[in-house]
């Protein structure tokens, strides 16, 4: 890219890193350091600026970058990932929202230890909410490698690995020094900015067809190289029954992945009732929805206007499309227009990752101090001791978010983040509905549920062709491969219920039906909840 791109990318980087430091420096003056402001934010928010946080967490570099780079490449099959995405809520606002936010405090493990024994079940659940943080995060971190990587041309691996880095930093002292307070307005500032890119970008795409999507849609087909096939389904996942049973399990963890995310369950708590969550979720959906819609729209135009071929180039992985496609609308390389909206474009992607990264370590430092630490520790933690170790934590989780970044910079973000959601359905949906509508559910089910989950989500990703036995996977010259799928969830889904359920039924310990009753009046009414 040009001198002119880099300069005025680096200055719209650093504006919105200045304001949203800025927001943190205040937010931090202001906070007393309880557990409840670091974690929840006093639980002040209103329902609508919650649903923007809500659609600020969810729109993340695999949405904004990830998929319409796939659609690009890929055409219908990368459409998947926007169904699965947003159908996803409809699992959040019917079967979750209003129950956790009443059940819980600050972490998804608060909603499974109101009727069980409450050390072994945060132990397992703390692990779990970890480990999907780690692995969502990851996408975040190779996004944005591969977005500064293009805004300074390409200068190889030394780049993105800075950048990587530098991500890495600041989501550290977003969380540490602003808490949850801070999270949600970097969220909300990020969510208006990225619908405004979108909404742009979308216009000038549907302006230069004068309006005429079929016209898109066709001209995509023709440059895509395959003809009539980018528009049907089976480009990316037909052919061969594995391709098909890929397909599946990758639906199947978008689906049911969002309702077991701990940075998106940890939302409806910053609201002051359950209903606040409900409407929350409701605002969400509209937001995120009319996203998603709008990243079909970019994602076949990249393929109409810059061509796969030319994305392949930039980024063999089709995290560029986007960028691409704003240097192409705003008059190519060189040009003035070119020049501001890719800026614009990449500034606003940055933006989208940090906001995003902030608060997935939030959630998994809440998860590793209220979780973890409280329950290896013989005494209770006092409630600023807690918030302390969260705060270590955020470094920890950085540092570990940082070196599996670096490892994985040339894979699709959507796909990582689809791995992601593979284990949080995996570990953490089974052992959530269990204790939310079993009357039976024992101590010993929901530890065997989330193990009997998380294990074999992320034995069966190592085995895959993700890690060995291919070009494109984290290790190709290597080949351990024994699972032939890029996905697990077609299988660690099950397993995860099966194993919930196998641990209830042997278990010797007796359900506790007063602890049942308690839990569900309160899930129901809010009678009694934080």
């Known amino acids: ?235 990316r996942y037909g052919g061969d029954w594995t391709a098909r049973l890929d397909f599946m399990s990758l639906g199947l963890a978008l689906v049911l992945g969002t309702a077991g995310l701990p940075h998106i369950l940890s939302r409806f708590y910053t609201v002051p009732t359950a209903r606040s969550a409900r409407r929350s979720v409701v605002w969400s959906i509209g937001l995120i929805g009319g996203f998603y819609l709008m990243t079909i729209v970019l994602g076949f135009g990249a393929a109409a206007i810059v061509g796969p071929d030319a994305v392949r180039a930039s980024n063999a992985a089709g995290n560029t499309a986007v960028p691409l496609l704003a240097l192409d609308l705003g008059g190519g390389a060189g040009s003035t227009g070119g020049t501001v909206l890719f800026a614009l474009v990449a500034a606003i992607a940055f933006a989208t990752i940090l906001a995003v990264v902030a608060g997935i370590t939030l959630a998994s430092s809440a998860s590793v101090a209220h979780d973890l630490y409280a329950s290896l520790r013989r005494k209770r933690a006092e409630p600023r001791g807690e918030v302390a170790v969260a705060r270590v934590a955020a470094v920890g989780i950085g540092a570990v978010a940082i070196g599996l970044g670096l490892l994985a910079r040339d894979l699709n973000v959507a796909f990582l983040v689809g791995l992601a959601f593979a284990v949080a359905a995996s570990a953490n949906l089974p052992v959530l509905l269990y204790s939310l509508f079993w009357r039976g559910f024992t101590t010993r089910g929901a530890v065997w549920a989330v193990y009997g989950g998380l294990v074999p989500a992320l034995g069966l990703v190592l085995l895959s062709p993700v890690v060995s036995g291919g070009p494109a996977s984290l290790f190709p010259h290597l080949d351990f491969q024994l699972f032939p799928l890029d996905n697990p969830g077609l299988v660690s889904i099950p397993s995860g219920f099966l194993a919930g359920w196998l641990g209830t039924v042997t278990s010797a310990e007796a359900a506790d039906e007063a602890k049942h009753a308690e839990t569900e009046v309160r899930s129901l009414t809010g009678a009694g909840a934080a």
């Open 1 to 235: 890219m040009t001198g002119d791109h880099q300069t005025l990318g680096l200055l719209l980087f650093g504006a919105f890193i200045a304001v949203t430091l800025g927001i943190t420096t205040w937010v931090s003056r202001k906070r007393h350091g309880s557990a409840e402001e670091f974690y929840v934010g006093g639980r002040l928010f209103s329902p609508m600026e919650n649903g923007f946080a809500i659609a600020g967490d969810y729109m993340s570099a695999a949405s904004f970058l990830g998929i319409s780079g796939l659609i690009a490449l890929f055409g219908y099959d990368g459409l998947l990932y926007s169904v699965g995405f947003l159908v996803a809520w409809l699992v959040v606002l019917f079967l979750v929202a209003e129950l956790v936010r009443n059940c819980g405090r600050f972490t998804l493990a608060d909603v499974v230890a109101a009727r069980m024994a409450e050390r072994p079940v945060r132990i397992a659940a703390g692990t779990s909410s970890v480990t999907v943080s780690v692995l969502y995060l990851v996408a975040q971190m190779v996004g944005a490698g591969s977005l500064v990587a293009l805004l300074l041309g390409e200068t190889g691996e030394a780049a993105q690995a800075w950048t990587v880095i530098g991500v890495g930093a600041l989501m550290v002292i977003y969380v540490s020094m602003g808490g949850m307070r801070a999270t949600t307005w970097i969220q909300i500032v990020k969510a208006v900015l990225l619908l405004g890119g979108t909404v742009a970008l979308t216009v000038l795409v549907l302006v230069r067809f004068h309006g005429d999507v079929d016209r898109l849609l066709h001209t995509a087909a023709e440059r895509s190289g395959h003809g009539a096939a980018f528009l049907a389904p089976g480009l």
